[in-house]
């Protein structure tokens, strides 16, 4: 196989092992501005898979991230992340990593390599689903096993990669493909090119949530409020948004069971509880539709 531009040798940094450490720090640090530069080349490509996965999600379709090594587990944290800020359920984003969830901790030699593998493990998807999958140089057989099941099935196809002529570049329906060059230690993918995958995977599921209606302005309306500076965060997001003490939001997320969006509409409108949740519902859960309407009709 043809060298990829993952392995090249970085000419920037052959003299890495003999600098002090503070030049070492810098050096990591100027190939590091790199990467936001590049994703701003693919905004558009991040915009139009964003779009693709928020009209997943409303038509009851889930997202799947596969990857192996650092890009799997990459899939994975980003997937977990999800439940606790937006409250979704904890299938609606799923990681999956080549070898298994052993391969989480420790490295599974051969895993990326397992088309038949990639093949199987991507039975879970339906023609409703979104599948993104996640290399830096785009040319694991496990990939490529899980892009042929996908394509069966119909889901669509997203490659997050660092490698414009990667397999899965070819194969994917949508490619992302942010170039950051060879790496400060030749080949260490979990370096320029994994701060790239994080960042890309970070704007697809918090873009798709905002599409949906799980925030609004900039406030992270749908959070789990399990522990006392989430808590105090409820407190805060509702006593700004209703414009109220946050005595009066606390007393409000205390009736609502700590739902952030039931206890602002319970105070904008005066209604109990269950009448807030159902307006809400009629709005399919977005507040900012509901306190629109409620507004136009106050002649605000």
Same mark, same amino acid.
């Given at each position: 196989? =043809? ?36 994703? $701003?080349?693919? &905004? ?18 889930? %997202? ?16 977990? $992340? ?15 990593? !080549? ?25 879970? %998807?339906?023609? /409703? ?5 996640? =290399? ?7 990939? %490529? ?8 099935? *119909? !889901?669509?196809?997203? &490659? ?31 370096? /320029? !090119?994994?701060? &790239? ?13 905002? /599409? ?5 302005? *900039? ?7 399990? *522990?006392?500076? %989430? ?13 109220? =003490? ?14 952030? /969006? ?39």
């Amino acid at each position: 196989m =043809s060298e990829v531009i993952t392995e090249y040798r970085n000419e920037n940094t052959k003299d890495i092992d003999i600098l002090s450490t503070v030049e070492m720090v810098k050096k990591m640090n100027e190939e590091d501005k790199i990467v936001a530069l590049a994703i $701003e080349d693919e &905004a558009e490509h991040i915009a139009l898979a964003i779009d693709t996965i928020a009209k997943s999600f409303l038509k009851g379709g889930k %997202l799947f991230y596969f990857g192996a090594g650092t890009s799997g587990r990459l899939g994975i944290l980003d997937a977990s $992340e999800c439940p606790p800020t937006f409250s979704v359920p904890t299938d609606m984003v799923q990681g999956i990593i !080549a070898g298994g969830d052993r391969a989480i901790r420790t490295s599974v030699e051969g895993a990326e390599d397992d088309y038949e593998q990639g093949y199987k493990d991507a039975e879970v %998807l339906t023609s /409703k689903d979104v599948c993104v999958v996640i =290399s830096a140089s785009g040319n694991p057989k496990y990939l %490529l096993g899980v892009l042929a099941k996908a394509d069966e099935v *119909n !889901a669509v196809t997203i &490659a997050v990669t660092c490698n414009s002529k990667g397999k899965i570049a070819a194969e994917a329906g949508q490619v992302i493909c942010a170039e950051v060059g060879p790496e400060v230690i030749a080949g260490s993918s979990r370096l /320029k !090119a994994g701060t &790239a995958q994080k960042m890309i995977l970070n704007m697809l599921t918090t873009g798709s949530m905002i /599409k949906i209606g799980k925030t609004y302005e *900039n406030f992270m309306i749908d959070l789990q409020a399990v *522990n006392e500076k %989430l808590k105090d965060r409820a407190i805060r997001i509702v006593a700004q948004i209703a414009q109220v =003490s946050h005595s009066e939001a606390l007393a409000a997320l205390l009736k609502s069971d700590w739902e952030i /969006k039931t206890a602002i509409v319970a105070i904008k409108t005066g209604d109990d509880v269950e009448t807030s949740r159902l307006k809400l519902r009629k709005h399919a859960g977005v507040l900012r539709k509901l306190l629109s309407e409620l507004d136009f009709v106050a002649g605000i």
